[in-house]
């Protein structure tokens, strides 16, 4: 009973340190891109981190159509870092970045960030190359005009009232 017992823990055993060796040794491939900011204008800088041990080895690069191929350098811990500039000829629309890392099989992200025609949109005080449209001009003069019209009718009311009680 004691023998059947120790058996099978040895061979629960074996089979979790089987199973575990293949993802252990994955760690050191590439597994995963991440490009900041994921929406740049052309000539911007985009920073590219790349987690696996296999990209602090010498010779390890980044590349995509939108900017020059890029050494990786090791930030420690299984992860490496690139930055980058975008093509002042770059297209707009997604673009892929493909890791080439030691002698590991090179991974591809694709869609990993968008190039831009222009600056980019910031929220308030953001940066915009093509200023009012007719339409903005259009419902701004409207509204400016009900203010004129609103505020000449609340004065002629108020005199009106001033006139009636003899002020």
Do not use: Y
């Amino acid at each position: 009973m004691r023998t059947t017992r120790a058996l099978a823990v040895a061979a629960a055993a074996s089979a979790v340190v089987g199973l575990a060796a293949p993802t252990a040794a994955a760690w050191a491939d590439p597994s995963n891109i991440v490009a900041m900011p994921s929406v740049i204008p052309r000539g911007g800088q985009l920073t590219v981190t790349v987690d696996g041990s296999s990209c602090a080895t010498h010779g390890s690069k980044i590349t995509s159509d939108a900017f020059p191929d890029t050494k990786l350098k090791t930030m420690g811990g299984g992860t490496a870092s690139a930055n980058t500039t975008i093509h002042h000829h770059a297209s707009p629309g997604a673009h892929s970045i493909t890791v080439h890392c030691g002698n590991s099989a090179p991974l591809t992200k694709p869609n990993a960030f968008t190039v831009i025609h222009g600056g980019v949109r910031g929220g308030l005080g953001g940066s915009s190359s093509a200023g009012a449209t007719s339409t903005d001009m259009a419902i701004g003069g409207v509204l400016v005009a009900a203010a004129v019209v609103g505020g000449g009718v609340f004065w002629m009311r108020r005199r009106s009232e001033n006139e009636s009680r003899g002020i």
